[in-house]
């Protein structure tokens, strides 16, 4: 047997992967390997270097070993989305999950990118990317997923109202989130709901405008059509939706847009109008990010943990990667749970006024910009 290195006994100093190699008679390459559980190294190699291990007493630096997976280890995070509130939970739910896994994240911002530009793009990725996330609107997009999957690419979706057989995804229940808010307004005494739905593209935006839907047929209320505008999930497509809604001869006594954005564009409209918000007007959101909370009153609204999914979404991949073969691999569907947060933006029907949708005029001056 082989005797210890009178260096490595050296007191206070931590073995070294060079003095493991020296005391089994292999390479240093030969002994990470082993380390790492690699195939490819002779059995009697292997034995050797274990035993060394085991005599010498040697364990591997953690971050080192981090380090030389994340080396190893990239994952693109392709974003278009409009909302930099919503981004803004997506990057730190990203950033989390990776800095745990010690991946490396590629941030890609695809915005102004045409369609031929897109796939492209896609081509060039897959090849330098081990896995992706794809958040809305992009995971909706057939064309860009299709490019991955031909590369062998793992994808997981975020947010997407659609689950498909070929990339995995993360979530919650739209239509659900949605009638569960529109039964909140409900209870409240509000049969006047006025709806601003999301970007027509994104499955997303048809179950929560379903979830309306059925909650108003379930409580009896006959459905409006006048009482519902398409927005873009944008704060610009929310003011002209609230302008068109509060236009109204009969206006809604409440308002449900489908993301914080547009709702907190409708408290703006509402306030240049001269109306109190919640005692005039009901208002709710959807997605509980940073915009629910920076308006005046705060939103009453769905809280969606775009953070906890994207930090699920990295692992996910994780996991997918760590499959032999692409065949092996497990497609998810993976539905995290929402909540309903209460604020201050909902009161109670009968406290609006009595005058059945006559809106009080601006006063003529007024100190709020």
């Known amino acids: 047997m082989?005797?210890?290195?009178?260096?490595?006994?050296?007191?206070?100093?931590?073995?070294?992967?060079?003095e493991v190699a020296q005391h089994a008679g292999v390479s240093p390459m030969t002994v990470s390997r082993v380390i790492n559980g690699h195939a490819g190294v002779r059995d009697a190699n292997r034995e050797r270097v274990q035993r060394s291990v085991?005599?010498?007493?040697?364990?591997?630096?953690?971050?080192?070993?981090?380090?030389?997976?994340?080396?190893?280890?990239?994952?693109?995070?392709?974003?278009?989305?409009?909302?930099?509130?919503?981004?803004?939970?997506?990057?730190?739910?990203?950033?989390r999950g990776s800095a745990r896994a010690a991946a490396q994240l590629v941030i890609a911002a695809w915005d102004g990118l045409e369609p031929l530009a897109r796939r492209d793009a896609a081509r060039q990725l897959a090849a330098g990317v081990a896995g992706v996330i794809l958040p809305p609107p992009l995971c909706e997009s057939k064309t860009i997923v299709a490019e991955f999957v031909k590369a062998g690419i793992p994808v997981v979706s975020i947010a997407s109202g659609k689950f498909s057989s070929s990339v995995s995804c993360v979530r919650i229940d739209d239509h659900r989130a949605s009638h569960?808010?529109?039964?909140?307004?409900?209870?409240?005494?509000?049969?006047?709901?006025?709806?601003?739905?999301?970007?027509?593209?994104?499955?997303?935006?048809?179950?929560?405008?379903?979830?309306?839907?059925d909650a108003l047929a379930e409580a009896g209320i006959a459905y409006d059509e006048k009482l519902v505008q398409t927005g873009h999930f944008t704060y610009r497509s929310g003011l002209e939706a609230a302008e068109r809604l509060l236009?109204?001869?009969?206006?809604?006594?409440?308002?449900?847009?489908?993301?914080?954005?547009?709702?907190?564009?409708?408290?703006?409209?509402?306030?240049?109008?001269?109306?109190?918000?919640?005692?005039?007007?009901?208002?709710?959101?959807?997605?509980?990010?940073?915009?629910?909370?920076?308006?005046?009153?705060?939103?009453?609204?769905?809280?969606?943990?775009?953070?906890?999914?994207?930090?699920?979404?990295?692992?996910?991949?994780?996991?997918?990667?760590?499959?032999?073969?692409?065949?092996?691999?497990?497609?998810?569907?993976?539905?995290?749970?929402?909540?309903?947060?209460?604020?201050?933006?909902?009161?109670?029907?009968?406290?609006?006024?009595?005058?059945?949708?006559?809106?009080r005029r601006p006063k003529a001056t007024s100190s709020r910009k």
Do not use: C
């Not at 082989?2 to 073995?15: D, E, L, S």
């Not at 994340?70 to 730190?92: C, D, F, G, H, K």
């Open 54 to 95: 085991r005599e010498l007493g040697y364990r591997p630096n953690a971050a080192a070993s981090a380090l030389a997976a994340a080396q190893n280890t990239s994952i693109a995070l392709i974003y278009t989305n409009p909302s930099s509130n919503y981004l803004r939970e997506l990057l730190v739910g990203a950033l």
């Open 180 to 213: 569960d808010m529109v039964a909140h307004l409900i209870a409240h005494g509000h049969t006047r709901i006025g709806y601003i739905k999301g970007d027509p593209n994104q499955t997303a935006s048809e179950h929560r405008w379903q979830g309306y839907v």
């Open 247 to 359: 236009s109204l001869r009969s206006p809604p006594t409440a308002i449900f847009a489908s993301n914080d954005d547009m709702a907190s564009a409708v408290i703006s409209v509402a306030h240049r109008r001269g109306l109190d918000v919640p005692r005039d007007l009901s208002v709710v959101g959807f997605d509980d990010t940073s915009a629910a909370t920076m308006v005046w009153p705060e939103l009453t609204t769905i809280h969606q943990p775009i953070a906890a999914m994207a930090d699920a979404a990295i692992d996910i991949l994780l996991r997918q990667l760590r499959s032999a073969s692409t065949s092996s691999r497990v497609v998810v569907n993976h539905v995290v749970p929402h909540q309903l947060v209460k604020r201050d933006s909902v009161a109670n029907a009968e406290n609006f006024s009595a005058t059945s949708g006559v809106r």
């Open 2 to 18: 082989n005797k210890t290195p009178k260096a490595v006994r050296r007191k206070g100093r931590a073995v070294t992967i060079d």
